[in-house]
């Protein structure tokens, strides 16, 4: 079945851009989403690419998709202090189950 | 447009008890989903429901079960608890089954003793 990898921690500057990353098993995949958790709080839906596009921008965000590789990246521009937070990488199988990265902790140095 | 709402925000309960979770969707939409999440398992899925009928169900034991109504309210029960099941419990809603993307509340806190 569809498995979801993401590194479990990010540590950037603020002011520099972060890139998180995610891979994925099932290459018929349709749907592939970012989601944001803050402490105490739900997963917030930041963005979501369909598989038949490359790339996808919204304001500070850039989501880049490598289908081939099976590899799914979420550039956040200019990382201030409030884009502390969880991470979450989820992929739609082919059975539009939503599979589930661990989330990557992203931790701002000053 | 509000948001998905949880109710209660958290809960205490001693092992043995059963608990009931509410979760209100976002207006229009009418598929929920239900997720546990620990912090050494991560998100697990529970359940999703649509149209009042379960349509999808995940790897729990059958002390976890829920329902939803017809105006796509859902709830969801544990019973006879077990301190394992201390988690926070988020319930997300989507437009419809299949591609729509998840919108979650903010979670119910079990606390199991």
């Known amino acids: 079945g569809e498995d979801v990898e993401q590194s479990l921690f990010l540590s950037v500057r603020e002011g520099d851009s972060s890139v998180i990353n995610c891979t994925y098993t099932?290459?018929?995949?349709?749907?592939l989403y970012w989601y944001k958790q803050e402490p105490g709080a739900g997963l917030q839906l930041l963005t979501y690419?369909?598989?038949n596009m490359d790339m996808k921008q919204d304001q500070r965000l850039t989501v880049l998709l490598n289908k081939k590789d099976k590899h799914l990246s979420l550039r956040i521009a200019d990382t201030q202090t409030g884009d502390s937070a969880i991470y979450f990488c989820?992929?739609?199988?082919?059975?539009?189950?939503?599979?589930w990265g661990a989330g990557t902790k992203l931790i701002i140095k000053p | 447009k509000a948001g998905v709402t949880q109710t209660p925000r958290y809960l205490i309960k001693t092992r043995g008890q059963q608990v009931t979770l509410s979760c209100s969707p976002i207006?229009?939409?009418?598929?929920v989903s239900w997720y546990q999440q620990t912090p050494g398992q991560g998100l697990q899925f529970l359940f999703e429901?649509?149209?009042?009928?379960?349509?999808n169900k995940g790897n729990f034991p059958g002390r976890f079960s829920g329902r939803q109504f017809s105006n796509s309210r859902s709830e969801m029960n544990v019973s006879t608890l077990e301190l394992g099941d201390s988690a926070l419990y988020l319930c997300?809603?989507?437009?419809?089954?299949?591609?729509?993307?998840?919108?979650f509340g903010n979670g119910t806190r079990l606390t199991v003793t």
């Open positions: 429901y649509f149209s009042e009928t379960q349509r």
């Open positions: 997300a809603s989507s437009k419809r089954q299949g591609d729509s993307p998840l919108h």
């Open positions: 099932d290459s018929s995949s349709t749907y």
């Open positions: 207006s229009g939409h009418r598929s």
């Open positions: 690419i369909f598989s």
């Open positions: 989820a992929a739609r199988d082919s059975n539009y189950q939503l599979i």
